[in-house]
C-alpha cells in the first residue's frame, strides 16, 4: 500500500508541478477541495500540497497528511 501511495504521490506530483504553474490559483483549489470527491480529491489535495511546498509554506504537509489519511481509507 505504501508503495502505491507514494507512487501516486509522485506521479501526481510530476503532474501537477507542471500545470501548477500555468494556473497557480490556490483560492479556486481550496474552492474545488470543498466538494471534491474520490479522485479529484486526492487530485485536488496533491495540487494543493505542490503548490503551498512550490512557495515554501509547510501547509503542505498538512495536505500530504490529509492525502495520506484519505489513501489509507481507500
Known sequence: MK???FFFLFTIF???AFFS???GNIDSLLN???TAKDSSR???LVATA???AQNGNEEALSYIDELKKYVDNK
Open 3 to 5: 508503495k502505491l501511495f
Open 14 to 16: 510530476s503532474v501537477t
Open 42 to 44: 486526492a487530485s485536488t
Open 21 to 23: 504553474q500555468k494556473t
Open 50 to 52: 505542490s503548490y503551498y
Open 32 to 34: 474545488v477541495l470543498k
